[in-house]
C-alpha cells in the first residue's frame, strides 16, 4: 500500500517485480527488433531507438500490470468518505443477540450474548468463572448486532468485485429501528498481485478503511471495529429479570 498524492494504492508490490525482471527480456528484444534499421547508424541513434523502444514497451506493461490498482484507489478514495460510526441513540441492556463472545463482551460488563443458528436459539453466560450455553427457545435480547457484506457498485470494470462495504449496525428487534451502524470497507489488490497471491500460494488479507477515534480515514487497527459499535450503542445494565 502506498500513497501518492493523496491517493492511497493496495498493491504488495509484485507488478514492480514483474517490470524488473522483464526489463532486461524487453531489451533485448528492442534490439532484436531495431537491429536490421539502425545497425548502420551512429551510436547515439541506436541506443535512442533500443532505449526509447525499451521504455514503451516497459510503460505499456506496468499500465497493464497498474491500471486496475489505480482506477481501484480512486474509488476507494471516494467511498473511504463514506466510513464511520454513527449513533442514533444509547440503550441500556443486560446483553444482545447477535455473538456467541461473552468472554469478550463480559469484560465490558454485559452479562450474556445469544445467537441463532438454523432455528435453534443459544444463549452464552459466565456462571461461576465457567463459560455456558444454554439453548432456549427464542432469542430473548431486545437488540441484535447484525453484519452486512456486499459489493459496491463500480463505474469500471476494473474495480468490479474488489471493494465491499462492511456494514454492522445494533437494531432494536421489537421495531426492527436502527440504534448505530458502522461503515468500513474491505479493497482487495489487483490483478497482478492477485495472480502472484495465488500462484505463490501466501496469504494476503484484503486492506480495510475506516474512521478512527477522531473521525480521521484509517487504513490500519485505529479504525473503529465491532466492539467500538457495540459499546458506542448499548450500555450495561444488570442480569435480565
Given at each position: 500500500?502506498?500513497?501518492?498524492?493523496?491517493?492511497?494504492?493496495?498493491?504488495?508490490?509484485?507488478?514492480?517485480?514483474?517490470?524488473?525482471?522483464?526489463?532486461?527480456?524487453?531489451?533485448?528484444?528492442?534490439?532484436?527488433?531495431?537491429?536490421?534499421?539502425?545497425?548502420?547508424?551512429?551510436?547515439?541513434?541506436?541506443?535512442?531507438?533500443?532505449?526509447?523502444?525499451?521504455?514503451?514497451?516497459?510503460?505499456?506493461?506496468?499500465?497493464?500490470?497498474?491500471?486496475?490498482?489505480?482506477?481501484?484507489?480512486?474509488?476507494?478514495?471516494?467511498?473511504?468518505?463514506?466510513?464511520?460510526?454513527?449513533?442514533?441513540?444509547?440503550?441500556?441492556?443486560?446483553?444482545?443477540?447477535?455473538?456467541?463472545?461473552?468472554?469478550?463482551?463480559?469484560?465490558?460488563?454485559?452479562?450474556?450474548?445469544?445467537?441463532?443458528?438454523?432455528?435453534?436459539?443459544?444463549?452464552?453466560?459466565?456462571?461461576?468463572?465457567?463459560?455456558?450455553?444454554?439453548?432456549?427457545?427464542?432469542?430473548?435480547s431486545e437488540y441484535l448486532l447484525s453484519l452486512v457484506d456486499f459489493p459496491v457498485e463500480a463505474p469500471n470494470r476494473?474495480?468490479?468485485?474488489?471493494?465491499?462495504?462492511?456494514?454492522?449496525?445494533?437494531?432494536?428487534?421489537?421495531?426492527?429501528?436502527?440504534?448505530?451502524?458502522?461503515?468500513?470497507?474491505?479493497?482487495?489488490?489487483?490483478?497482478?498481485?492477485?495472480?502472484?497471491?495465488?500462484?505463490?500460494?501466501?496469504?494476503?488479507?484484503?486492506?480495510?478503511?475506516?474512521?478512527?477515534?477522531?473521525?480521521?480515514?484509517?487504513?490500519?487497527?485505529?479504525?473503529?471495529?465491532?466492539?467500538?459499535?457495540?459499546?458506542?450503542?448499548?450500555?450495561?445494565?444488570?442480569?435480565?429479570?
Open positions: 500500500m502506498i500513497t501518492i498524492f493523496g491517493t492511497t494504492y493496495f498493491t504488495i508490490g509484485a507488478g514492480f517485480v514483474v517490470l524488473v525482471l522483464a526489463a532486461p527480456f524487453l531489451f533485448w528484444f528492442a534490439r532484436w527488433l531495431w537491429r536490421p534499421n539502425v545497425e548502420d547508424k551512429p551510436r547515439r541513434v541506436r541506443w535512442l531507438a533500443v532505449g526509447g523502444t525499451t521504455f514503451g514497451l516497459l510503460l505499456l506493461l506496468a499500465v497493464g500490470l497498474f491500471w486496475d490498482v489505480y482506477l481501484i484507489g480512486q474509488r476507494a478514495k471516494e467511498l473511504c468518505r463514506e466510513t464511520g460510526l454513527v449513533v442514533y441513540r444509547r440503550e441500556s441492556t443486560s446483553g444482545f443477540a447477535g455473538s456467541a463472545a461473552i468472554e469478550k463482551w463480559a469484560k465490558h460488563g454485559f452479562q450474556f450474548v445469544e445467537t441463532d443458528h438454523s432455528g435453534t436459539a443459544y444463549r452464552y453466560e459466565i456462571v461461576d468463572g465457567t463459560t455456558t450455553r444454554t439453548r432456549i427457545d427464542s432469542l430473548k476494473g474495480v468490479g468485485g474488489r471493494i465491499a462495504r462492511r456494514g454492522a449496525a445494533i437494531t432494536e428487534r421489537r421495531t426492527n429501528e436502527i440504534v448505530a451502524e458502522l461503515v468500513k470497507f474491505t479493497i482487495r489488490y489487483g490483478w497482478g498481485d492477485t495472480a502472484i497471491i495465488n500462484t505463490l500460494g501466501f496469504v494476503a488479507p484484503p486492506h480495510t478503511c475506516g474512521r478512527d477515534q477522531n473521525g480521521e480515514i484509517s487504513f490500519s487497527e485505529s479504525a473503529l471495529d465491532i466492539e467500538d459499535l457495540v459499546l458506542a450503542a448499548l450500555r450495561p445494565a444488570g442480569p435480565l429479570g
